[in-house]
């Protein structure tokens, strides 16, 4: 579905990515794991368009997409779930729900998309008219995530959904990837908490400045001693 060859990115002079090679295959979780400053969050905004790739080649689905805009990767299917949610405050729950399914021109269709997030987070259903600020910290990653779905991708491109919040939501968190990814949805998911991402996932990359230095099954990256030293606390 997604392949990433020898992709490279820059701040300005500084070299963020340096040659990042990876796929993800259709109805995978695939995880990048490293440190701050790894360049793991770089990759998904050179995947979405965020990020200018200075050198490489991205593919979806057999086309390449390096270069196009952000708005025109999101309708290939392509949705990113940016760190920190970034959700509009000032908004109410369902506007930015509506922002989310701004591509969707069919009225049905669109209907079918905000049942499908209200059936998913039945919090966000009683909260629509809320202001999205007012909710908790829980409760705005529930409405990122649904504001991603609105678009209906193939892949989800989900960046440290677990960031700031409680361990008792981090795990409410967990579960809403895994049942994301029953409804047919191939995610590439970063994620500060390896434990967690190696949990889920089904494949993971582990990242050191702007490089790929690992490679493997999730289960295996979990036994594997320099993971369980730098990335599980072990």
């Known amino acids: 579905m997604l392949q990433v060859e020898a992709l490279e990115a820059r701040y300005g002079a500084v070299r963020a990515l340096k040659g990042i090679?990876?796929?993800?295959s259709e109805g995978e979780i695939v995880t990048l794991i490293g440190a701050n400053g790894?360049?793991?969050?770089?990759?998904?905004?050179?995947?979405?368009?965020?990020?200018?790739?200075?050198?490489g080649r991205i593919e979806f689905e057999g086309e390449?997409?390096?270069?196009?805009?952000?708005?025109?990767?999101?309708?290939r299917g392509?949705?990113?779930?940016?760190?920190?949610?970034?959700?509009?405050?000032?908004?109410?729950?369902?506007?930015?729900?509506?922002?989310?399914?701004?591509?969707?021109?069919d009225k049905a269709q669109f209907r079918r998309g905000l049942e499908r997030v209200f059936d998913s987070f039945p919090i966000l259903a009683e909260r629509r008219q809320q202001l999205a600020?007012?909710?908790?910290?829980?409760?705005?990653?529930?409405?990122?995530?649904?504001r991603g779905l609105m678009?209906?991708?193939?892949?989800?491109?989900?960046?440290e959904p677990s960031l700031g919040l409680s361990p008792r939501i981090v795990t409410r968190v967990a579960q809403i990837i895994q049942d994301i990814h029953k409804q047919g949805v191939t995610i590439l998911l970063v994620e500060q908490k390896a434990q967690l991402a190696l949990?889920?996932?089904g494949?993971?990359?582990?990242?050191?400045?702007?490089?790929?230095?690992?490679?493997?099954?999730?289960?295996?990256?979990?036994?594997?001693?320099?993971?369980?030293?730098?990335y599980l606390g072990l």
């Open 151 to 159: 678009s209906n991708p193939k892949l989800l491109l989900l960046d």
């Open 21 to 24: 090679s990876l796929s993800v």
């Open 203 to 230: 494949r993971g990359y582990v990242l050191e400045t702007g490089r790929i230095v690992l490679e493997d099954a999730a289960a295996n990256l979990v036994r594997n001693a320099l993971v369980k030293r730098a």
């Open 133 to 146: 600020g007012t909710l908790s910290g829980g409760e705005q990653q529930m409405l990122a995530v649904g």
């Open 38 to 55: 790894a360049g793991k969050s770089t990759t998904l905004k050179a995947i979405s368009g965020l990020v200018p790739a200075s050198a």
């Open 78 to 105: 392509i949705a990113h779930i940016p760190e920190g949610r970034r959700i509009f405050p000032d908004l109410t729950v369902l506007e930015n729900l509506r922002l989310g399914g701004y591509l969707i021109r």
């Open 64 to 75: 390449v997409i390096t270069g196009l805009p952000p708005h025109r990767i999101l309708a």
């Open 199 to 201: 949990g889920i996932a």
